[in-house]
């Protein structure tokens, strides 16, 4: 093949204008159809503000109209009014006591012979105490065995009498009347006898107490005597209070103070909202602050099953059983009790709590259908029991009720607000 031949930049004028003369001449456009293209585009322009920029107005309006009404309203953390678990626990102050305590007496007077037993020695019921020098209660002993052999006498005088009697009625020696004498005289001299024989009996009975001894098993907690102290008739000792270094200022003039100690008891009020909680046998932990690390169990003795008016409280006794005497009469301890709660009470965060001129009181939200808007009321309670973080209350709430945390003077009853949720923590 042959190559074409080159394009030859010289060629004539008349050459070229032949070639771009083939080509359609071009017209100028109208000034009436611009118009027209004009008009056409400022109408789509003026359809595409409508339809953009006004509903978008609108709806700024909306959202600010929202923004400020949202603005307005107060936003609130609620919480749930809830009941406690059924099983309850209680700690309540106590006061260690013995089981059994009491103040020895003597019941003759004289002078102390000797005594045997001091203060935190551990004695058994029957062992002697101490010794009472009562020579004047001997004499009587021996003159009242005196009258008994005297009127043995009358009685075997006045028995024969009768039998002679007897004998002279049956001969008609004797009137009757001189035989019912003889009879009467000799039933006096039985009772004489009779008389003298009890107050025998009374004096030598009386003349064991000269020995004083423990009247249970116990330790000796006060002394009050010592060796040759007087003890007058009442019983009393005219030794100081609490000789020996005793603690028997609590019986002035008594001579000994014993207490059991084995088993203790803790004394404690419980309140009334408790009361129909306590129940016999019961179990109770003991705590003594002087025995750090160490607890005692214990059980629910008895209750008083009334309240002390004054205080509104039921008093209830716990025996704790103390082997190695560890717990002293007189302790201060703390007695933890669980237990079923015939009415588990309401129980609320302390936050939640208004403190107004009404008193103490709570904020209830009740919700506006299912948003996030409602309205608030407000409630009086009573608070029964702090634990710090949660209080138990009662009065005009219920289980379930939503109320306000934290709640601010700026709210008022019937108000509109907004709430989120916070979960209660259970405590109790």
């Given at each position: 093949m042959n190559a074409p031949e080159p394009h030859d930049a010289r060629l004539e004028p008349a050459e070229r204008d032949i070639d771009v003369g083939s080509a359609p001449p071009v017209r100028p456009m109208s000034g009436r159809t611009l118009g027209v293209i004009g008009v056409s585009i400022a109408a789509a322009l003026v359809l595409l503000l409508v339809a953009t920029v006004i509903p978008r107005r609108s709806v700024s309006r909306e959202l600010l109209a929202e923004a400020t009404s949202r603005d307005s309203m107060q936003t609130v953390q609620v919480t749930t009014v809830h009941r406690a678990l059924a099983g309850s626990s209680l700690s309540l102050p106590s006061t260690i006591q013995p089981l059994h305590e009491s103040a020895i007496y003597a019941r003759v007077g004289g002078y102390v012979k000797t005594w045997s037993a001091d203060i935190g020695r551990v004695v058994h019921a029957g062992d002697t105490l101490l010794e009472i020098d009562a020579p004047e209660l001997e004499e009587d002993v021996q003159h009242a065995q005196s009258l008994v052999t005297q009127s043995q006498a009358s009685l075997s005088l006045a028995r024969a009498d009768l039998d002679r009697w007897k004998t002279l009625a049956r001969d008609s020696a004797v009137t009757g009347q001189e035989l019912d004498q003889k009879a009467a005289a000799f039933e006096v001299a039985k009772a004489n006898l009779s008389a003298a024989e009890a107050s025998v009996r009374r004096l030598v009975q009386t003349r064991q107490y000269t020995r004083?001894?423990?009247?249970?098993?116990?330790?000796?907690?006060?002394?009050?005597?010592?060796?040759?102290?007087?003890?007058?008739?009442?019983?009393?000792?005219?030794?100081?209070?609490?000789?020996?270094?005793?603690?028997?200022?609590?019986?002035?003039?008594?001579?000994?103070?014993?207490?059991?100690?084995?088993?203790?008891?803790?004394?404690?009020?419980?309140?009334?909202?408790?009361?129909?909680?306590?129940?016999?046998?019961?179990?109770?932990?003991?705590?003594?602050e002087g025995i750090p690390g160490r607890t005692f169990s214990g059980v629910v003795a008895r209750s008083a099953n009334a309240l002390d008016v004054s205080t509104r409280t039921l008093l209830t006794e716990i025996d704790v059983p103390n082997r190695d005497f560890a717990l002293l009469p007189g302790m201060f301890a703390k007695a933890d009790l669980t237990f079923p709660r015939a009415?588990?009470?309401?129980?609320?965060?302390?936050?939640?709590?208004?403190?107004?001129?009404?008193?103490?009181?709570?904020?209830?939200?009740?919700?506006?259908?299912?948003g996030a808007t409602a309205l608030v009321h407000f409630h009086s309670v009573t608070v029964a029991r702090d634990y710090g973080a949660t209080v138990e209350v009662a009065g005009d709430v219920t289980d379930g009720m939503m109320v306000v945390t934290n709640p601010n003077a700026e709210l008022v009853d019937g108000a509109r607000v907004r709430f989120q949720s916070a979960k209660l923590a259970d405590t109790k």
């Open positions: 004083v001894v423990a009247p249970f098993t116990g330790m000796i907690t006060a002394r009050n005597v010592d060796i040759g102290s007087l003890i007058s008739a009442a019983g009393a000792t005219s030794a100081p209070v609490a000789a020996g270094g005793g603690s028997g200022g609590a019986s002035p003039g008594s001579l000994y103070r014993i207490a059991q100690t084995d088993t203790v008891r803790a004394y404690l009020t419980v309140p009334e909202e408790y009361a129909t909680s306590i129940r016999p046998g019961l179990k109770a932990t003991i705590r003594v009415t588990p009470p309401l129980l609320l965060p302390a936050n939640t709590l208004l403190i107004r001129s009404g008193g103490v009181q709570v904020v209830e939200v009740a919700p506006e259908g299912g």
